[in-house]
Structures are given as C-alpha cells and as structure tokens.
C-alpha cells in the first residue's frame, strides 16, 4: 500500500460512483463529513428528473452543499454535484480552476451518466491530487475508470462485500488492482478523512 501522509491541502478532489444501492451508500459516507472538503463529484446511475430530487435531498441532510451539476459549473471546497441523469459529467482543469461538464453523450459501460466517463477525467484532469471511491453497484462500471485514477497516483476506496447491497462494480475494481483499501460501507468516511485532513 501506498504511504499517504500528504499534506492536506495534496488533495483537490474528491470522486465518487455507485449504482444499485448507491443513493443509500453515498449518504452514509456524506452525512458524516464536515463542510470544507475538497469538491466531491458523483455519479449515482439514475434517470433525470430524480438526480436533482435526490441532490437536494442530500442537501438538506450533509454539510456540504449539494447540488445537480450543471454544465460549466466551477468546482470549490464545501460543494458536491451529482450528474444529471441522462448526461455524461466529466471534470476540467485549466487556468482559471476546475470545473465539470455535463452533455448529450453515448454511454459509456452502458451507462449515461458514466463513472468511467467521469472517473477517467478526473484522472487526466487532477491526477494523483484525487481520491476516488467506489461503492455498491451492479455490474463493471467505475471499475477501469477507478483503475486509471490508481496508475494516475490518486488514493483509491471500494467498499467491502459484506457492507455492499451488490458487490458488483467495488468487486471488479478491486480485482483490477483498482482498489488501495477496501472496506465496510461505516468505515469508508473515516478513511477518505484520515487521507485527507
């Protein structure tokens, strides 16, 4: 395992991919982080109309400002975006900052939105100043794109079997190498703050 003793301010973001199960998962790692993070970036499989009912439900509940993302949208500590259903979201770094983009697009791994399409750019984008987590879902989505933020440098979490609802996607990124520490869905927030803080 990697020595991950940065100092806190290595970090710049934070990316997240879950699927069957994951509306649940992502909340019990939200609501138990403070307000001042790096951003957190979400792609949760699920068709429009009900990202943005589920970002505000987040909202009212995390410390964290929660929101559907929107195309263009800058990225800044304290604040989380979910991808619209139906888009592909992809985060962009330039001079100015971060920021993500959100289109019409193909899917990716069958799924629009994609946690490869997303977790694939934060690994071109941020590189190894990213952590990026993997939580219960169905099939392989996330997986290759969770594997390309590893070689890129960034600290990866997946959850456990045990904790997950479908140890689909955190089980193919944890047998592609993908995954730095795996655990129980009530340990995966105290891992991403012992990283990062």
Do not use: W
Request: aromatic share 6%; proline share 6%; charged share 20%.
């Amino acid at each position: 395992m990697k020595d991950f003793s940065f100092p806190k301010n290595h970090f710049q973001l934070i990316a997240m991919g879950a699927s069957t199960g994951g509306t649940e998962a992502l909340l019990a790692v939200l609501e138990k982080l403070p307000g001042n993070l790096p951003p957190i970036v979400i792609t949760q499989h699920m068709p429009p109309v009900f990202t943005n009912m589920y970002a505000e439900r987040l909202n009212r509940i995390c410390k964290m400002e929660v929101r559907e993302a929107k195309d263009g949208d800058p990225l800044y500590p304290g604040l989380c975006l979910i991808a619209p259903g139906g888009l592909q979201m992809q985060v962009l770094k330039d001079s100015s900052g971060m920021r993500v983009e959100c289109k019409e697009g193909e899917k990716v791994s069958g799924h629009c939105p994609s946690i490869d399409y997303l977790f694939s750019s934060v690994a071109k984008a941020i590189g190894a100043h990213a952590v990026g987590i993997i939580l219960t879902g169905m099939g392989k989505d996330g997986a290759n794109g969770l594997l390309s933020m590893h070689e890129a440098g960034a600290y990866t979490l997946g959850q456990d079997e045990k904790s997950s609802i479908v140890y689909g996607m955190p089980m193919e990124a944890y047998k592609l190498g993908a995954v730095d520490r795996q655990g129980n869905l009530s340990e995966i927030a105290n891992y991403l703050l012992s990283a990062i803080q």
